[in-house]
């Protein structure tokens, strides 16, 4: 099967299991929908109070106008692994808000990226074309501004999530500031540290073009040469295997001057900070990580890393058709004044991130669980 087959073969299947978000397969013009009723969301320490309490205002807003019909589409890059929060989120709220939409993406990931990037492009223009009002798409970056700029065009109103065209014409970016995400996780690191000279090795990225990992390395490290340590960025080598990153590792912590005196990994492989940290012979250097991965849990619960960060990916995907929406029913402008506490600038929606500490992650979990997004 090639993978225009494989991918529409995934699309297919989501089809079917999220066509049940509206409340009819076709939209009857001028006939209003009931008021919309949020269903409360489990309390926790984890829970974002400020992200909930924005979501309720919007939602408060959005009453007080008429209420329509609506027919929007997500489109991720993926609905498995770290996106399968997203497609949750989405999910709910179309639900939620009783409009005609769908969530899309493929659950095969083989082939070239120009492939999946030309896809997407497909999809907006199907999305529109098919009578879509508002489409939220989580972009491979330029490579889509077009397709989100001809949409605009048509009067569609295009949301951004987890990644962003900052270039294109879209209304809005919703998802995590990678700059101060990586200053976040320095600063978790930090309280872990004796007090300086010290080298703190950054598992991160020096590669400018990578713009999202670029920026979150460079919180970091700005947050950590602040401090009065000396940051050490060791690249991490996602399409190489785990020994040659922990080999590259080993090699800068030996050599560092002064000596290694904490760690701290910005992706999904952070968990190679203890792998490098073991084969350097320095086992009990602290160690900070981010994102969900299950090694990174593992090593969390034996204590080898004290922390990690993770991303809002549920709320990421609810938020946006509630954006969606509310841009139709009271204007980008209004909306964007109720998402003040959330918004950076004028454009870009703020969901945080979670820190969660090695001997919270039962309760963590259990949050997610709650809410239907377990990582």
């Known amino acids: 099967m090639t993978m225009i087959g494989r991918y529409r073969t995934a699309v297919f299947g989501l089809l079917l299991t999220t066509a049940a978000c509206g409340s009819s397969d076709s939209i009857d013009e001028g006939t209003e929908v009931g008021r919309i009723d949020r269903p409360p969301t489990p309390e926790s320490e984890f829970t974002p109070v400020e992200l909930e309490a924005t979501i309720d205002r919007l939602i408060a807003v959005i009453n007080e106008s008429t209420i329509e019909p609506m027919q929007m589409v997500v489109l991720l890059k993926n609905l498995d692994t770290f996106f399968e929060p997203i497609a949750t989120g989405a999910s709910r709220a179309m639900g939620e808000l009783d409009v005609t939409g769908n969530v899309l993406g493929p659950t095969d990931q083989s082939g070239d990226s120009t492939t999946s990037q030309d896809l997407q492009n497909q999809q907006l223009a199907q999305a529109v074309a098919g009578g879509a009002e508002g489409i939220g798409v989580s972009p491979y970056g330029d490579v889509n501004a077009a397709a989100v700029d001809d949409a605009v065009a048509e009067g569609v109103h295009v949301v951004t999530l987890d990644t962003d065209v900052a270039t294109s014409k879209r209304s809005l970016y ?38 999202d990992g670029y920026a979150r390395t460079q919180g970091a490290l700005q947050e950590i040469e ?19 990153d922990v080999d590259a590792m080993k090699g800068q912590i030996e050599a560092a001057d002064p000596p290694v005196v904490g760690m701290v990994g910005l992706f999904n492989i952070s ?13 009990g250097v602290p160690i900070v990580a981010f994102d969900f991965d299950p090694k990174t849990v593992a090593y969390m619960r034996e204590g080898r890393i004290k922390a990690t960060h993770t991303q809002r990916q549920y709320y990421e995907g609810y938020l946006v058709p509630y954006i969606l929406y509310s841009i139709k029913t009271i204007g980008l402008d209004a909306t964007r004044e109720v998402l003040a506490p959330l918004m950076d600038g004028d454009s870009r929606v703020d969901i945080g991130l979670d820190v969660v500490p090695s001997g919270k992650l039962d309760a963590y979990n259990t949050f997610l669980d709650e809410i239907g997004a377990v990582q």
């Open 271 to 283: 968990y190679r900070c203890v792998m490098g940290a073991d084969a350097a012979g320095i086992p």
């Open 226 to 244: 602040a401090a009065g340590y000396t940051p050490l960025v060791s690249q991490a080598a996602f399409f190489a295997d785990e020994a040659y």
């Open 174 to 211: 919703v998802g995590l500031l990678n700059t101060s995400a990586g200053a976040t996780a320095g600063k978790t690191l930090l309280a872990m540290l004796p007090p300086p000279p010290g080298t703190v090795v950054i598992h991160g990225t020096t590669a400018e073009d990578w713009v």
